[in-house]
């Protein structure tokens, strides 16, 4: 039982380059969320997908794309990436919205310079 | 948007000690999680709670709805206990799911052996 996995660990990306960071989860989750962590900032939400086929904007959207694949996959895209992107990335999924707890991916650490 | 402030920022202490952690917030909530993030970086729910008191091994969670604030408390500390300790907070709105939790900057906690 893999719980949430999430790939790259650990990327370094030229200005203007893209890339797609991949999480699965194996839990049967309706849930999943990406989010990013800044030093001195709590997580902040960039997308979320409340059940497979939905995907909807959180706080921080901007040069981010994503795709709920299916039930397992929630993909994030960076079509053009940018300093301001440098962060720690973490994939996280919940049994529903609302009422269970989050289970986190291991995170990547992305620079982009 | 809801404020998350914990303290302390940084924690230090021996072995054995016992540990409190607080969070408060500015406005009501439906429910509050404790995280915990290890070294390494990965991150682990510990609590989810919306009223009273819960425990799990040597950790204990209480919640005062009326005051808005929460704590996380340590009992017989171990320096594997040393993590960064972030509180979640979810807005009051039934409507509210996970997307809305807003997340404190952490404590950064260690025990000294």
């Known amino acids: 039982n893999a719980g949430v996995t999430q790939t790259p660990k650990f990327q370094v990306l030229k200005t203007g380059q893209s890339m797609t960071l991949q999480c699965a989860q194996d839990?049967?989750?309706?849930?999943m969320y990406w989010y990013r962590q800044d030093p001195g900032m709590g997580l902040r939400l960039i997308y979320y997908?409340?059940?497979?086929?939905?995907?909807d904007k959180g706080e921080v959207p901007n040069g981010y794309n994503v795709s709920r694949l299916n039930k397992r996959e929630f993909s994030l895209r960076l079509e053009s990436a940018a300093p301001s992107q440098t962060s720690v990335y973490f994939c996280?999924?919940?049994?529903?919205?609302?009422?269970?707890?989050?289970?986190f991916g291991n995170g990547t650490r992305l620079t982009v310079t | 948007k809801n404020e998350v402030e914990q303290s302390p920022q940084n924690l230090t202490a021996q072995e054995g000690e016992f540990i409190t952690i607080n969070c408060s917030y500015s406005v009501g909530i439906s429910a509050l999680h404790w995280l915990q993030q290890h070294p390494g970086g990965g991150i682990v729910s510990l609590f989810m709670?919306?009223?009273g008191k819960k425990k799990h091994g040597r950790l204990i969670a209480t919640i005062n709805i009326q005051e808005k604030h929460s704590s996380l408390h340590i009992t017989a500390s171990h320096p594997r206990d040393s993590a960064v300790y972030i509180c979640a907070v979810r807005g009051g709105s039934p409507n509210f799911g996970n997307e809305k939790l807003t997340f404190g900057t952490g404590t950064r906690l260690t025990i000294i052996p």
């Open positions: 709670l919306s009223s």
């Open positions: 997908s409340a059940s497979e086929g939905t995907t």
């Open positions: 839990m049967n989750h309706n849930s």
């Open positions: 996280a999924s919940t049994r529903d919205r609302v009422d269970s707890p989050l289970h």
